[in-house]
């Protein structure tokens, strides 16, 4: 049995997965992005089931068995190998940061500005087939209108602050990935990091947009400013969260080994 990569062999294995999500054409990138945007619904829908499901005998132990059913969503998502938005950070910045003499700015651009958008695209769609009604379980649509009230209703403040979590979250689930070789390794991780990200709840734009955007549907209270609002503050904490808090630091810890190597060797 083989032991885990070191930082570096983990940070050169991104900076391959890197190359390539930069390097997509724009066809192929819009497409992964779509889809990752409607997969993760999947995740969405089994919670609000559930959630309707546990809840009336169970109380708040529903949070905790709809967190489980959410989960499954990160799998598909990974295993898939489709572009998430904030799951793509750590990847490309790795090959931006291993580049020398170029930053290769604009292909980073491109590559959030559409994952963001055909993500959103793909996920409103989505929703939109499983809000026709008898689609859904009766009482899951009024626990999903009642997890959207409950984002939407807290300062943006913590809306921000929670997003910064959930940056770092989904940011460490790619570093992770790089670290282990198996299907298995990876459905494992995926499905803890969806389950977590659940429970907290911690806001990662997507799936929190998409949260909204169900409460929309279900709850006609919610109106649009309230959906960009929402997207615009956790799109920021994600930022923070998954560049400067998780692919910065992982970034310096390789530089730094590698600096203290030539060091050594001089």
Same mark, same amino acid.
């Given at each position: 049995?083989?032991?885990?990569?070191?930082?570096?062999?983990?940070?050169?294995?991104?900076?391959?997965?890197?190359?390539?999500? @930069?390097?997509?054409?724009?066809?192929?990138?819009?497409?992964?992005?779509?889809?990752?945007?409607?997969?993760?619904?999947?995740?969405?829908?089994? !919670?609000?089931?559930? $959630?309707?499901?546990?809840?009336?005998?169970?109380?708040?132990?529903?949070?905790?068995?709809?967190?489980?059913?959410?989960?499954?969503?990160?799998?598909?998502?990974?295993?898939?190998?489709?572009?998430?938005?904030?799951?793509?950070?750590?990847?490309?910045?790795?090959?931006?940061?291993?580049? $020398?003499?170029? &930053? *290769?700015? &604009?292909? !980073?651009?491109?590559? &959030?500005?559409?994952?963001?958008?055909?993500?959103?695209?793909?996920?409103? *769609?989505? =929703?939109?087939?499983?809000?026709?009604?008898?689609?859904?379980?009766?009482?899951?649509?009024?626990? *999903?209108?009642?997890?959207?009230?409950?984002?939407?209703?807290?300062?943006?403040?913590?809306?921000?602050?929670? =997003?910064?979590?959930?940056?770092?979250?989904?940011?460490?689930?790619?570093?992770?990935?790089?670290?282990?070789?198996?299907?298995?390794?990876?459905?494992?991780?995926?499905?803890?990091?969806?389950?977590?990200?659940? *429970?907290?709840?911690? $806001?990662?734009?997507?799936?929190?947009?998409?949260?909204?955007?169900?409460?929309?549907?279900?709850?006609?209270?919610?109106?649009?400013?309230? @959906?960009?609002?929402?997207?615009?503050?956790?799109? =920021? %904490?994600?930022?923070?969260?998954?560049?400067?808090?998780?692919?910065?630091?992982?970034?310096?810890?390789?530089?730094?080994?590698?600096?203290?190597?030539? %060091?050594?060797?001089?």
């Amino acid at each position: 049995m083989s032991g885990a990569p070191v930082p570096e062999e983990i940070f050169n294995r991104a900076v391959e997965e890197g190359e390539r999500r @930069l390097e997509q054409s724009l066809l192929e990138l819009v497409s992964t992005s779509f889809i990752a945007g409607f997969t993760i619904v999947f995740g969405i829908a089994a !919670l609000g089931v559930v $959630d309707a499901l546990v809840e009336p005998r169970f109380g708040a132990v529903a949070h905790i068995a709809g967190a489980l059913a959410f989960g499954v969503g990160v799998v598909f998502l990974v295993v898939g190998r489709t572009e998430l938005f904030n799951e793509n950070f750590f990847d490309p910045a790795a090959k931006v940061v291993d580049r $020398d003499g170029s &930053w *290769l700015l &604009w292909p !980073l651009v491109r590559l &959030w500005t559409v994952t963001l958008v055909f993500n959103l695209v793909g996920g409103f *769609l989505f =929703a939109l087939v499983f809000a026709v009604d008898g689609v859904l379980p009766a009482g899951s649509a009024h626990a *999903l209108g009642r997890s959207a009230e409950e984002i939407v209703h807290r300062p943006m403040t913590a809306v921000f602050a929670s =997003a910064i979590v959930g940056g770092a979250l989904v940011s460490l689930l790619s570093f992770l990935l790089e670290g282990v070789n198996t299907v298995g390794s990876r459905i494992t991780l995926a499905y803890i990091v969806g389950f977590l990200l659940a *429970l907290g709840p911690f $806001d990662h734009v997507i799936v929190t947009a998409i949260h909204v955007f169900f409460g929309m549907l279900f709850d006609p209270v919610i109106g649009y400013r309230t @959906l960009l609002e929402t997207i615009a503050v956790a799109t =920021a %904490g994600n930022f923070v969260g998954g560049l400067g808090l998780v692919t910065f630091t992982h970034v310096a810890q390789v530089r730094g080994a590698r600096n203290s190597d030539d %060091g050594g060797e001089s």
